[in-house]
Nanobody, 117 residues
């Protein structure tokens, strides 16, 4: 079973930045589309962005202005660079790996991001 390990969350002041990382244990990382989702307190989980195996990113509406998703296939890791964070960005950020080849969809355990002064 593929495992995803996230890191990089924490407490940051408004206007600050964080970079989240998610490492995939799969043998062939390139067969997974990697994505980041987030869930704010009391709200449903929403997609932030995904990146294809070739590195093509796609963002939910409004996310591209401050967030950048990228992947390093050699390190089997996907990143989410978050800039100019605001209190409304507070929530748990989840990594997701989806593979049509392996018919798998796997979630990480989540990493907490808290934006507050």
């Amino acid at each position: 079973q593929v495992q995803l390990v996230e890191s990089g969350g924490g407490l940051v002041q408004p206007g600050g930045s964080l970079r989240l990382s998610c490492t995939n244990s799969a043998d062939i990382f390139a067969r997974y589309v990697m994505a980041w989702y987030r869930q704010a307190p009391g709200k449903q989980r929403e997609k932030v962005a995904f990146v294809t195996a070739s590195g093509t990113p796609d963002y939910a509406d409004g996310m591209q202005r401050r967030f950048t998703i990228s992947r390093d296939n050699a390190k089997k890791t996907v990143y989410l660079q978050m800039n100019n964070l605001q209190p409304e960005d507070t929530g748990v950020y989840y990594c997701n790996a989806d593979s049509r080849y392996y018919r798998q969809n796997v979630w990480g355990q989540g990493t907490q991001v808290f934006v507050s002064s």
